[in-house]
C-alpha cells in the first residue's frame, strides 16, 4: 500500500510514552520502538536490530542507550552503533532514526524525507496545548483501512441510526456544509431548534425544555487528522455566546488493514479541577460509543469490501459524503505526487 510519507503522522499520545521505558507500535507497516531521553526529549527509532533483526523494544534503555536483547548491541538516540561486546563496531551497524516532535500532548512522528520534516507542517490543535487544557486521551486499534474512519468523522448523519444515545433526527436534517480550503476539508453541520437528549442540553448549560440550536464543525487534513468543534446555544441566540467542547480524532495506519485511532476531548484550565474531572470523565463516555458503536460497523464495511479497494467498488454517493469524497480526492493526489517526485528522482 502507498502511504503519504512526507507529513507529520500521531505515533503515541504524550503519556504513553514514559522516561525509563521502551514503547513500541507497528506505523506504516514498520516497527517502531519510542522512548524518552532521561531531559524528557522523545526519540524514535526503526524496532529492528541490524544483525539478526531481534525487536529492539524487547531489550533495555540504558541511559538514553537501547541495548539489544538478543546480542547487547546499543544504539544511541541517533540510531549509531556505540557498543558491539563481541568485538569492533562495524560501519553498518545502524538503525534508523525518524524525527519527533512533542506538541499537542502528542508525540508526531515523520516517516519520509527527514530533511523535509518542519514542526511547523504539524496540523494545529490549540486546544490540545496542555499548559492552557485538561486534555484527555483514548486509543483503539481498528481491523479496517484509515480512510473508511475519515469516511465515518466527516459523514456524522450516521449518528441517528448508528449511536442510540446521541439519536435526534435533526442531525440527519442539518443545514450541511461541504467546504474545500486550499487542502484543507470543512463538514459544518447546523442543526435549528433542536430537542435533543438531556444530556446533550446539560453539557451545554441550556434549561430543560428549551429547544437547542447547536452545530458539529468537522475539520480535516491530510493524512487522516481531525478536529471537531462540537457546540450548543439556547435557540435564537448568537452563536458567540454558546458553549464548544473540542474533540480531536487522529488516524494513524498500523499497516493497510488495521488503524491507530487516536481520539481526545479538551476542557479549558480556568475550570480548575472540574476541567480535570470533566476531561477524563469525558473521554472515558466517548470510547463506548466509538469501540461498540463506529468500530463494529466500520470493520464490518472492511470485512465486506475484501481486497477491493474504495473506487474499484464503484460506490453509491450520496450529498453527505461530498466532504469524504474532497479529503479522499485531496489525499490520493498528494500520494501521486510524493510518488511521481520520487521516481522523478
Known amino acids: 500500500m502507498s502511504y503519504l510519507l512526507n507529513t507529520w503522522y500521531l505515533a503515541a499520545w504524550a ?57 547487547g548491541l546499543r544504539f544511541d538516540s541517533g540510531g549509531r552503533c556505540v557498543l558491539n561486546p563481541h568485538g569492533p563496531i562495524p560501519s553498518a551497524a545502524r538503525v534508523r532514526p525518524f524525527p519527533v516532535v512533542e506538541r499537542y500532548s502528542a508525540v508526531w512522528i515523520w516517516m519520509g524525507d527527514p530533511a523535509r520534516a518542519d514542526p511547523e507542517l504539524i496540523v494545529p490543535f490549540d486546544f490540545m496545548v496542555p499548559e492552557q487544557w485538561y486534555v484527555g486521551t483514548g486509543h483503539l486499534l481498528i481491523h479496517a483501512n484509515y480512510e473508511l474512519e475519515t469516511d465515518n468523522i466527516l459523514d456524522l448523519s450516521h449518528i441517528e441510526f448508528l449511536h442510540p444515545l446521541f439519536a435526534s433526527e435533526a442531525v440527519r436534517a442539518a443545514q450541511v456544509q461541504s467546504v474545500q480550503d486550499g487542502e484543507t476539508v470543512w463538514c459544518k453541520r447546523f442543526m435549528v431548534r433542536d430537542d435533543p437528549p438531556d444530556f446533550i442540553r446539560v453539557g451545554f448549560q441550556i434549561p430543560p425544555g428549551e429547544l437547542v440550536d447547536r452545530w458539529l464543525d468537522v475539520r480535516w487534513n491530510a493524512p487522516a487528522t481531525m478536529a471537531l468543534y462540537a457546540g450548543g446555544v439556547t435557540s435564537g441566540r448568537p452563536r458567540e455566546s454558546g458553549l464548544v467542547v473540542q474533540q480531536a480524532h487522529v488516524f494513524t495506519p498500523q499497516n493497510a488493514t488495521t488503524t491507530h485511532y487516536f481520539y481526545a476531548i479538551s476542557f479549558p484550565r480556568t475550570l480548575g479541577e472540574e476541567g480535570a474531572r470533566r476531561a477524563q470523565e469525558s ?40 466532504a469524504a469524497v474532497l479529503a479522499r480526492r485531496i489525499l490520493a493526489k498528494k500520494i501521486e505526487a510524493e510518488r511521481a517526485a520520487a521516481a522523478g528522482a
Open 283 to 322: 473521554v472515558a463516555t466517548l470510547r463506548a460509543p466509538f469501540e461498540l458503536e463506529d468500530k463494529p460497523i466500520v470493520e464490518a464495511v472492511a470485512r465486506n469490501m475484501g481486497d477491493a479497494s474504495f473506487w474499484d467498488l464503484k460506490p453509491l454517493l450520496l450529498q453527505m459524503d461530498t
Open 15 to 71: 503519556s504513553e510514552i514514559e522516561t525509563g521505558k521502551l514503547f513500541h507500535r507497528r506505523l506504516l507497516d514498520l516497527a517502531v520502538v519510542l522512548f524518552r531521553k532521561k531531559d524528557g526529549t522523545p526519540v524514535a527509532l526503526q524496532d529492528r536490530c541490524p544483525h539478526r533483526f531481534a525487536p529492539l523494544h524487547m531489550g533495555k534503555l540504558l541511559d538514553d542507550v537501547v541495548q539489544c536483547p538478543y546480542h
